[in-house]
């Protein structure tokens, strides 16, 4: 048990803030454990979501950021689909993802975000994305240099894999929408932590 | 019938077969699929993960690229279909969630515009009894485990059959004269974009969804989306060696097999593209 | 000229805390009208009446307003203060200053003026209220009880042994209801059937009850103390009088397929039938639906082995009406269900559990069954797939309950108890299988109930793990149940060989129709509403209609039958005089200018409202106008609201007298009652006027 949880009337705050940016209550979370049961990572995870959601509603930001389960996530949306509740938990690990970045927290595990970073990258730089490029970068950042390299000559032979990179006409466009998006997370990000720090005190803060 | 088509990136990449495959069904079913100009990858996983709002701005510029062909977004891969009918689904529905991703992509939203996975398409525009006519080889005597994954009917919002209990490929293949089986592991997750990252998760979860439609009896597994297929059939030698079983179990597009019944060759909807090949048994059975 | 009498009530401290109560008696004082104002820390004293009476003597009032707390809590006191002082007490009102206003406000200038507002309006109200006399109503001393379960059965002896008539009507064809499905009851272990049916037997041979079974409430006209009932007894097929229940033609039937009910569809049953060993009447009932008689036109077997000719193939449905005096509604419950297409459309199934389609996928009742030794197993536990003993058995809580995305909120309170009464039934027939129940909480309050569940674990070794399940599929011979355990945080996989579901307690479908027919309000699960969940639990709104058991919510049998008895108990005391009397305040319509559009017809939720037809001395039809009962009436002036030609008026709340209190408002717009010390406008009257 690495964490003691200290209840200080300032806990409700993170469940406020992800409340904001996700457009869901996390106060109507009762731990039933069905995102848990349907989750197809929990024996790679750390904690499985009920767990995750457990503690944002504690407040334990440390905690929460340690785990890996939101990079393990693999977005199947089974514990959206089925929450008796309805929480969008998929956005929960996707938001606790980005606030980690933004927030510049250590990431518990490497190799998904690598992949995440080189995939945007090759989107970005592509318009389109490049499928052994992508990889081969992959390798390079992951350090994994050999990962599934026996798997490239078969798909090559299959002509399965394209030499060259497709580009789009819309590719500046796209970088546009890129730097818009990230500079509108960014401010929101600031907004609801603010407004989420401003509030303290009560369980619940999306309708305060 | 004509749709704004929206490839996607594994569909010029690692699914040709997917993209070959569909093209020659539509093209013997009359229906018109017209490549959009100019379109961008849509950022699969990896582009909600990083920053939802993103996911959602490269959903509308795609669906704004639709204009000019058809308001019908004809979409084959299962991650483009949900990040682009999400997008859309959310934008009709959330005033406030419209004019953020309008601000962000720059782009008005067009209320009109919808997005269609093929699977869809065939079986409420074009209908089963037509397929049916169309049939010219039945797929008899192949027992087929249809396999949804995740994202097509995931949140229930985008689903366009039972979420929970979906048919409609089974419904569509049945009409093609094949047997389908009934097994478990339909919508169970293949682990997706975590190939590369997480392969020893990916084999686990793969080896379960392929026991289980080998334990139905299933000859071959037909998917709907690239990463599905990616996954079940080239984890197939990984599980072999970190699990010691052969599956052996091929894994194609339904648009291959419906292409098939449909008179296309096998050359036309690329059977032979699968690292496990189905070309041998649907040889024997005198398909090809 | 009135004669006001304003008494300004402090409440101990909670008006006086933030409302100058002084200064709004003498404020009112000032009031045209008033001819005297007090105040008074506890008006609802003894002291504080006799004051009133005492004011209302010796300044001769002719009406008076108590400025204090809501109608709700006192207006009784101070109108029987009022009518002790000779005075009518409908020409007392109460001005609420304490919910409306101190309680709710800080304690500034604006409260007490708001106060003295308050009071103002009153006054103008109060000078036109008339003395109104109480309505007397006959009582007719027989009860209906509508369903013969558990709850029915009860409250139908506790009245038929207090002397009254009774009519018990049950739809289906025998009285029991679920509780003679159950195998065993909790906490006691008690056989349900053993303790159940010595009571069926009474209700079927009890002097002082009718008994209608395979029969449904029809129509339903009249107001308490004078209902008129129309009930409609279905074709039976059979004559129960000539019948001797000797069961001859359920073993000649040769329509063997149909699922039965009672058995929960474990077991088939033929198309004549008697649902149950035990039932009362124990006389059969021809199903027309699947009789081949019926479907076919031929075949007539079980006429032909009938000793006692009692099979009528040309009977019909068949209408009787009874009159009564005060209705118990006990139509009971039925199970939520995890299909695709279940009896509840607004209510999603659970599509990953595959719709419950599996064989071994089960309810709560169909366990009972399979539990019971009068069951389709004799009481063996085996599975329906194959009839092998099931050695791993998982239980799953809060199926369809406490689940929002699936429509369902409420917790249905009987499942923790019965689920872990399964485990034990269980586990006393299968002594090598285990019970898994996975659950959300444990919910057993109740005297024995928590004790019982921990025996459950601690002596029968049921296995409890705290969350829900994800996914339920087939592996071959085992179901494959995909939960989790959120105290070990982990998930959990079980290879079951049958699973039961705990599914959410419901009404019964489509009784909406028959609470529409009582005039009675339900929830948005279509449960019956009471008129006060804490303090009238047992009675409807509407008045000489009460309520028993789980038609109202989820309830176990102790308590259906207690609130059974307590529903008996408030039948007998309208019973218990030849008339009763009723406020006066009810809606009356002015014949004169009625247009005889029956928009109040329609609106009326109580159904107070006919066409009444007016004649000339010659017997010739002049017009037709509404005619509001005020036996029926309650007062709530939904049809005063929706009065096109603007007829109807409410007896104490005239348009008048409504508009009085708006227009004494209007007026507040100026500083009629300054500060001490300040400066005065004009007089307050000058305003008013």
Redesign the interface.
Same mark, same amino acid.
């Given at each position: 048990m690495k964490y003691q949880i200290r209840l200080t009337g300032d806990n409700a705050r993170l469940t406020r803030e992800i409340n904001a940016r996700c457009g869901v209550d996390l106060t109507?979370c009762?731990? /039933?454990?069905? /995102?848990?049961?349907? /989750?197809p990572m929990?024996?790679e995870m750390d904690?499985?979501p009920?767990?995750t959601l457990r503690l944002i509603q504690l407040g334990m930001e440390d905690a929460l950021f340690d785990l890996n389960t939101p990079w393990l996530c693999a977005s199947c949306e089974?514990c959206t689909a089925? /929450?008796?509740?309805?929480i969008d938990i998929a956005l929960v690990m996707d938001v606790v993802r980005q606030m980690a970045r933004l927030k510049g927290k250590k990431i518990p595990v490497k190799q998904p975000r690598v992949f995440q970073d080189v995939f945007l990258k090759s989107v970005e730089n592509n318009g389109r994305l490049y499928e052994p490029g992508m990889i081969a970068f992959y390798n390079l950042r992951s350090g994994d240099l050999f990962h599934d390299v026996g798997l490239g000559p078969k798909m090559l032979f299959k002509g399965k894999l394209p030499l060259l990179p497709h580009t789009s006409g819309n590719r500046e466009k796209l970088r546009e929408i890129f730097r818009k998006a990230e500079a509108f997370e960014k401010e929101a990000g600031k907004e609801t932590s603010r407004e989420a720090h401003a509030d303290p005190g009560h369980g619940s803060g999306s309708d305060t | 019938m004509t749709y704004a088509y929206y490839p996607g990136c594994s569909l010029k990449g690692t699914a040709i077969d997917y993209h070959t495959s569909a093209m020659a069904l539509a093209e013997r079913l009359g229906i018109e699929l017209k490549e959009m100009e100019d379109w961008v990858c849509c950022g699969a996983s990896p582009i909600h993960q990083r920053n939802p709002a993103l996911a959602s701005g490269v959903a509308n510029l795609l669906l704004s690229l639709s204009k000019g062909i058809s308001p019908q977004v004809a979409v084959l891969c299962a991650a483009c279909y949900h990040n682009m009918k999400k997008a859309e689904v959310e934008m009709r529905e959330d005033g406030k969630k419209r004019s953020e991703v309008e601000e962000i992509s720059g782009i008005a939203f067009d209320p009109e515009v919808r997005t269609r996975h093929f699977l869809d398409i065939l079986d409420k525009d074009y209908g089963l009894n037509a397929l049916k006519e169309k049939v010219v080889k039945p797929l008899s005597d192949l027992r087929v485990a249809c396999y949804y994954g995740c994202l097509l009917s995931r949140p229930p919002e985008i689903a366009f059959d039972?979420?929970?209990?979906p048919t409609i490929m089974e419904r569509l293949l049945e009409a093609a004269g094949a047997e389908t089986v009934s097994w478990?592991?339909r919508m169970e997750c293949c682990g997706a974009s975590h190939a590369v990252p997480l392969t020893h998760a990916v084999l686990r979860l793969v080896n379960d969804i392929l026991q289980?439609a080998r334990?139905a009896g299933a000859e071959v597994i037909a998917c709907a989306c690239p990463l599905c297929q990616a996954n079940l059939d080239m984890r197939q030698a990984g599980i072999l060696t970190k699990f010691g079983v052969a599956h052996n179990l091929p894994v194609v597009y339904f648009t291959q097999l419906l292409g098939l019944a449909c008179g296309a060759t096998g050359k036309e909807v690329m059977i032979e593209k699968g690292m496990v090949s189905a070309a041998p048994m649907l040889r024997a059975k005198n398909l090809l | 000229m009135s004669k006001i009498g304003v008494f300004v009530c402090h409440c101990g401290e909670n008006i006086s805390r933030t409302v100058d109560c002084e200064r709004v008696a003498r404020a009112s004082e000032q009031i045209r009208g008033v001819a005297f104002a007090t105040d008074y820390k506890y008006m609802c004293s003894d002291p504080g009446q006799a004051l009133i009476k005492k004011a209302i003597r010796e300044y001769e009032l002719d009406g008076v307003v108590v400025s204090s707390c809501s109608p709700h809590m006192h207006e009784k006191t101070f109108r029987k203060a009022v009518e002790e002082a000779g005075l009518n007490p409908f020409l007392c009102e109460m001005a609420n200053i304490r919910e409306h206003c101190s309680w709710v406000h800080e304690k500034e200038e604006t409260t007490t003026r708001k106060a003295i507002e308050l009071v103002r309006l009153m006054v103008e109200k109060v000078k036109r209220n008339v003395a109104l006399e109480p309505i007397r109503v006959n009582v007719t001393k027989r009860a209906l009880v509508i369903g013969g379960g558990v709850g029915g059965i009860q409250a139908a002896l506790d009245i038929a042994d207090g002397g009254h008539e009774v009519i018990l009507v049950e739809k289906d064809p025998s009285v029991g209801g679920h509780m003679a499905q159950l195998s065993e009851t909790f906490p006691t272990l008690d056989c349900s059937q053993c303790i159940l049916t010595p009571k069926m037997v009474d209700v079927g041979s009890h002097p002082n009850i009718k008994l209608y079974t395979y029969s449904e409430v029809e129509k339903i006209e009249g107001f308490v103390g004078n209902f008129k009932v129309t009930i409609k007894k279905k074709a039976r097929s059979v004559d129960i009088d000539k019948c001797t229940g000797c069961g001859e033609c359920q073993l000649k039937c040769p329509s063997k397929k149909i699922p039965s009910e009672f058995d929960r569809g474990l077991k088939n049953r033929t198309a004549i039938y008697i649902p149950f060993p035990q039932a009362v009447p124990a006389r059969p009932v021809i199903d027309r639906e699947h009789c081949i008689y019926f479907t076919k036109g031929k075949c007539k077997a079980c006429q032909k082995v009938c000793p006692a000719g009692a099979i009528d193939y040309e009977q019909t449905d068949e209408y009787v009406e009874e009159e009564v005096g005060g209705i118990v509604v006990a139509t009971g419950f039925d199970l939520y269900t995890v299909g695709?297409q279940g009896p509840y459309p607004d209510y999603r199934g659970? @599509?990953?559990y595959?719709?419950g389609e599996d064989p071994d996928i089960i309810d709560g009742l169909q366990f009972e069954r399979l539990a019971s030794a009068s069951g389709p197993t004799g009481g063996a536990i085996l599975r329906p797939s194959d009839g092998k003993e099931p050695k791993s058995v998982v239980f799953l809580k809060?199926i369809g309950s #406490?689940?929002? !995305?699936?429509g369902i909120e409420f917790c249905s309170k009987i499942c923790c108890m019965y689920t872990a009464k399964h485990t034990m039934l269980y586990k006393h027939k299968v002594h090598d299988g285990t019970a898994y129940v996975f659950y959300?909480d444990i919910r057993s309050p109740g005297k024995g109930y928590d004790e019982f569940v921990r025996r459950a674990i601690e002596e029968d070794g049921a296995v409890y793990l #705290? @969350?829900?399940? !994800? #996914?339920i599929? #087939? !592996?071959?011979d085992h179901l494959?149940v995909?939960?989790?355990?959120?105290l070990s @945080?982990?998930?959990?996989e079980i290879e079951a060989d049958m699973v039961v579901l705990a599914t959410a307690v419901m009404p019964q479908p489509g009784i909406e129709g028959l609470f529409q027919k009582l005039g009675i309000s339900y929830d948005q699960y279509k449960f019956a509403n009471e008129a006060h969940p804490k303090l009238r639990p047992v009675e409807c709104a509407t008045a000489g209609i009460f309520l028993a058991g789980a038609c109202q919510g989820p309830k176990d049998i102790p308590e259906t039958v207690a609130q059974a008895s307590g529903a008996a108990s408030k039948v007998q005391i309208l019973f218990s005089r030849d008339e009763m009397l009723r406020e006066p305040v009810v809606a009356k319509v002015n014949e004169n200018t009625c247009i005889a559009c029956w928009y109040c017809l329609e609106v009326c939720p109580f159904k107070a409202i006919t066409q009444k037809e007016i004649r000339d001395r010659k017997g010739n039809l002049i017009k037709r106008v509404a005619e509001v009962n005020p036996s029926v009436c309650t007062g709530c002036g939904t049809c005063a609201a929706t009065c096109f030609s603007n007829s109807i008026d409410l007896a104490g709340f005239t348009d008048e007298q409504i508009y009085s209190e708006i227009n004494a408002l209007m007026a507040v717009g100026q500083d009629l009652f300054p500060e001490p010390g300040k400066e005065e406008g004009e007089s307050p009257d000058e305003q008013a006027a």
């Open positions: 109507q009762y731990q /039933c454990g069905e /995102c848990t049961a349907g /989750c929990t024996p904690a499985g009920t767990k089974t089925r /929450c008796p509740n309805d | 039972d979420p929970e209990q478990s592991h289980s334990a | 695709e659970y @599509g990953e595959g719709y809060c #406490r689940h929002p !995305s699936k959300m #705290r @969350g829900r399940v !994800s #996914r599929y #087939r !592996s071959g494959i995909k939960g989790a355990d959120t @945080g982990a998930a959990v």
